[in-house]
């Protein structure tokens, strides 16, 4: 392999993320606003219960959650890099649309269960406890 060759092939896969992030990261903030009306939706529902658990130590328990799921958004650079060298270009851009809205469909689906399943029981437990 020639200098030019590896340079060439380098520009491409510079190329090839930099267009990814051009797609991915402005779709980051309308992601987090979706999980942020999710946890919202399920706060104001059940605010009864989740009033006892708001505490500043909760809050940085919500910001490493935060943390996760954007660091699980990074996923799908991955699997834009593939499939920008499996399809041609009209068709990887249709699939960019379908995996970042399954993937945001996905994550409010996750994150909805995670509070109804591993949240609240706590919560609403901790919440039976000091109202006796």
């Not at 990261?25 to 009864?48: G, S, V």
């Not at 699997?79 to 009209?90: G, M, T, W």
Request: hydrophobic share 50%; aromatic share 16%; proline share 3%.
């Amino acid at each position: 392999m020639t200098s030019e060759q590896s340079i060439g092939e380098n520009q491409s896969a510079h190329f090839s993320i930099r267009n990814a992030a051009r797609f991915w990261e402005p779709r980051r903030i309308i992601y987090n606003a979706a999980l942020t009306a999710t946890a919202l939706f399920w706060l104001i529902k059940d605010w009864t219960h989740f009033l006892p658990a708001m505490t500043w130590s909760s809050l940085g328990i919500i910001s490493v959650l935060a943390l996760l799921a954007n660091l699980c958004y990074c996923t799908a650079y991955v699997s834009d890099l593939a499939i920008q060298q499996l399809l041609p270009n009209s068709s990887w851009t249709r699939s960019r649309w379908a995996i970042w809205s399954l993937g945001t469909l996905f994550a409010m689906f996750f994150e909805s269960y995670w509070i109804n399943d591993e949240i609240y029981p706590y919560v609403s437990h901790t919440a039976s406890l000091l109202w006796r």
